[in-house]
């Protein structure tokens, strides 16, 4: 496969990496962007899972808490009266 770059800001940065002496070639810098970018969507993926099986324990929370009998709602109208 050959991949042409031709935005002069990309190719500027993939020479600031190869530069740095972090990268071998290139090719290496790219796969490590890739690596890097696939990280990063895992990680928003879990974090909006756990957000999401939250949410969902939090309404079943909601509908099945009681104290004594009462839901929470009952026992605020309860102490405002």
Same mark, same amino acid.
């Given at each position: 496969? +050959? /991949?042409?770059? +031709?935005?002069? *800001?990309? *190719?500027? #940065?993939i020479?600031?990496r !190869?530069?740095?002496? $972090?990268?071998k070639?290139? $090719?290496?810098? /790219? #796969?490590?962007? !890739?690596?890097?970018?696939?990280?990063h @969507?895992? *990680? %928003? =993926?879990?974090?909006k899972?756990? @957000?999401?099986?939250? =949410?969902r %324990? /939090? %309404?079943? #929370? &909601?509908?099945?808490? +009681? #104290?004594?009998?009462? +839901? /929470? &709602?009952q !026992?605020?109208? $309860?102490? &405002? %009266?």
């Open positions: 496969m +050959t /991949i042409q770059i +031709t935005s002069p *800001e990309v *190719e500027a #940065l020479n600031q !190869l530069q740095s002496g $972090e990268f070639d290139a $090719e290496d810098v /790219i #796969l490590q962007a !890739l690596q890097s970018a696939s990280a @969507a895992q *990680e %928003r =993926a879990f974090d899972r756990r @957000a999401q099986e939250a =949410a %324990r /939090i %309404r079943e #929370l &909601r509908k099945g808490v +009681t #104290l004594g009998g009462l +839901t /929470i &709602r !026992l605020i109208d $309860e102490g &405002r %009266r």
